[in-house]
Each structure stands twice: as C-alpha cells, then as structure tokens.
C-alpha cells in the first residue's frame, strides 16, 4: 500500500512561486505514473499535471501549462511540482495522486489513480 504525503503549501503573492513535494512510502515508486490535482473552493477536483514513471514524459493541464513544471527523484521517492507565476485563481488544495504498480500512461481523470495524498493548502493573494 502506497502512502503520499504532500508538504510544500502556504500563503503566496501573486506572481510568486512555491514548490510542492510529494513523499511516498510503502510502494514500488519508481514503477508507477504520478500526478498532481487541486481543488479550488466550491470547484471539482482538477487535473494539474502529470509525469510517467522514468520522468521523461509529462503532461499539463491548460490552464497551468507554462507555469508549473513536475518533475520526480526516484532514489528519492519524491515528486515535485514547481508553481510559478501564480495568480489568485491557483488557489486551491494541491494533491498528489499515484497509479497502480505497472500502469504506465500518465492519467489525467481522478479515476485513474489509486493512491492519494491528504492534500496541501496553497493560497495566492492579489
């Protein structure tokens, strides 16, 4: 059973940048596609970015496209999400989100994840 744990989160201006970290444990790691979502007040949970097991390959959600970058250590069971240029609209819980063992294509649909962080608060203000 594979245990994520996100830390990374806080308060920021607008145009600021911050760095979320994604901690897993307990799981064959480096065999699996991650992901990040967020979830902004009274919003769907949103797909943010996504990154295949080797790191060679990512994927972004338009709407954070340039701005954010994912990137993973796989020595150190560690995925990262660079956030720059934020804007009030990034305000949102951040999680971090794994697939099963073996399943390779990075997904951009909540269901196609297995394993979820308890989330990080990331605020911008104007």
């Known amino acids: 059973q594979v245990q994520l744990v996100e830390s990374g989160g806080g308060l920021v201006q607008a145009g600021g940048s911050l760095r979320l970290s994604c901690a897993a444990s307990?799981?064959?790691?480096?065999?699996?596609?991650m992901g990040w979502f967020r979830q902004g007040p009274g919003k769907d949970r949103q797909f943010a970015a996504g990154?295949?097991?080797?790191?060679?390959?990512?994927i972004y959600g338009d709407s954070v496209k340039g701005r954010f970058t994912i990137t993973r250590d796989n020595a150190k069971n560690t995925v990262y999400l660079q956030m720059n240029s934020l804007k009030p609209e990034d305000t949102a819980v951040y999680y971090c989100?794994?697939?099963?063992?073996?399943?390779?294509?990075?997904?951009?649909?909540?269901?196609?994840?297995?394993?979820w962080g308890q989330g990080t608060q990331v605020t911008v203000s104007s």
């Open positions: 989100a794994g697939r099963g063992p073996g399943k390779l294509r990075i997904g951009e649909s909540e269901d196609e994840y297995d394993y």
């Open positions: 307990g799981g064959s790691f480096y065999n699996t596609a």
């Open positions: 990154i295949s097991r080797s790191g060679r390959s990512t």
